[in-house]
């Protein structure tokens, strides 16, 4: 997944609300977001509950992006299965005749985002003899924070 954004709110990120991880995330709000670097043997992982973004920030998102990445949502029922890449390729053709050059793509109805609010942090760093430091960082309330090592 790509991050869009980052603020005292939250991890924001976009994609179908009728793909897999949407359904699981209709199911149970709770999700984690790993970052690895494994060249530096460093991952911080994020866990929280998430909530949906409003529509005029999905709008404003989806209004920046290109135009073939717009035709894209359109065109892909993300997670589904499809008989064929050419299937897909007709499915985005038929977009681009609906929408041509210079007109406005509208947001897809079915296209949202997410924001995670942290409840916990673990930043995670690879160290000889597989004694690697692990710091955890738990939410006590809006804004205070409690930090253990964990053993690796
Ligand atoms: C580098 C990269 C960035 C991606 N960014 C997104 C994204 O921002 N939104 C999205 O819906 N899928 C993105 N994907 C595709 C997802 O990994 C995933 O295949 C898709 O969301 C369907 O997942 P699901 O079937 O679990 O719902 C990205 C994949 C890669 C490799």
């Not at 977001?33 to 005029?56: C, I, N, T, Y």
């Not at 942290?118 to 309330?141: C, I, N, V």
């Amino acid at each position: 997944m790509l991050l869009k954004g980052l603020d005292e709110r939250g991890f924001v990120f976009y994609t179908n609300q009728q793909s897999r991880k949407a359904d699981d995330l209709a199911a149970n709000p709770y999700c984690a977001l790993v970052f690895p670097w494994h060249a530096m043997e460093r991952q911080v992982r994020v866990e929280g509950v998430v909530e949906k973004v409003a529509s005029d920030e999905v709008d404003a998102y989806f209004a920046s992006r290109p135009r073939g990445s717009q035709l894209g949502a359109w065109a892909s029922q993300q997670s589904q299965p499809v008989e064929s890449r050419e299937e897909l390729d007709l499915q985005y053709t038929s977009y681009e005749r609906q929408w041509p050059d210079g007109t406005e793509i509208s947001t897809p109805y079915f296209w949202g985002g997410y924001r995670i609010r942290p409840e916990a942090f673990e930043f995670w760093q690879g160290r000889t003899g597989r004694l690697h430091d692990r710091l955890a960082y738990r939410r006590t309330s809006s804004s205070s924070w409690e930090l253990v090592r964990l053993q690796p």
